[in-house]
């Protein structure tokens, strides 16, 4: 399985390129320009994404819809 691994708030994520299909063709750089805001909101403005960290602590809350 292919993706990324982030580290926010002292805990290890991996964000798989299945379920988070945006970071697929990121280049390093892209995905290295993240912001952490309000120690709850993920934001990668080179990537127009935004992720809340609850989405990644309960996943199962947060069905994602992509096509």
């Known amino acids: 399985m292919r993706g990324i691994w982030l580290l926010a708030n002292d805990r290890e994520y991996f964000l ?3 379920r988070y299909p945006w970071f697929k063709d990121a280049t390093v750089k892209e ?3 993240v912001q952490l ?3 709850m909101h993920l934001h990668w ?3 127009d994404v935004d992720l809340e960290m609850a989405a990644l602590d309960q ?3 947060y069905p994602l819809t992509y096509k």
């Open 59 to 61: 996943p199962e809350k």
């Open 45 to 47: 403005p080179d990537l």
């Open 16 to 18: 798989s390129h299945d």
């Open 31 to 33: 995905i290295h320009n």
């Open 37 to 39: 805001l309000h120690g």
